[in-house]
């Protein structure tokens, strides 16, 4: 079977007093709206478009897929180098996390005394929990939010953690393209209209196994032909 998943959203959309949170819905439109640009440029493939909810959810709904099934997966949200953030309640973390290590150095960074402790919820997930066997061999992850590629940081980025559990399960051909800076919907810059929405532009690296393949500035698609060539090269 060949699975095309594509998870949006996942920005908070109501205060902590039930009002509604204009750039909670703003930022999630725009994600929405990048991942329609998606479905039109995959050329094949059963594409499944889910809102985020929970890391624990996305998790779920892909490890119920059979061995081998799934072709691409497209996460649009918001990110730091070692998460994807997911929030359902103000300062609580629902999202996906690289390790034990990096959800404590992201509590400590984001609480402060104005704005009280930031956790992460029972919802919140770590990568290694992921069932990476459901993965096609030559699968593409690519990760829209932002830094989840930034270079030069210690331990793992949530590309590079992607990308080791990818070659784990013997997905010796897939691999994980990440932002290395802050991403954003406007490829055509102020001109870009709402339906033009796309985050596929600015700096992005191409890990496989936890090394880096190459970097480009390319817009739009990065061919998985171009990739391929690229591992089988190494």
Known sequence: MNIRYIF?????????????????????????????NLVRDYKNGKIQTVKIITAADLVSKLNKNAPNSITSLDIL????????????KENENAGLVTGWFAKQALSAYYSSWDDGVYTFSKDSRYVSEIDFNVFDKSARIQIHGCNTARGSMPGDTLVEALSKELYSAGKKHAYVIGHTDKS??????????????????????????????????KSGVIQHTTIQGKISGR
Not at 12 to 35: L, T, V, Y
Not at 77 to 88: A, D, E, Q
Request: proline content about 3%.
């Open 77 to 88: 949200c918001h990110g730091t180098p070692y998460s994807l953030n997911f929030s359902i």
């Open 8 to 36: 949006y959203g996942g920005t908070r959309e109501r205060h902590a007093d039930g009002r509604i949170r204009q750039i909670g819905i703003a930022h999630n439109s725009a994600f929405q709206f990048a991942g329609k």
């Open 184 to 217: 954003n919907p406007n490829i055509y810059g102020t001109k870009t209209t709402i339906k033009q929405q796309d985050y596929r532009h600015g700096e992005r690296s191409i890990y496989s196994n936890g090394k880096l393949l190459f970097q480009t500035k």
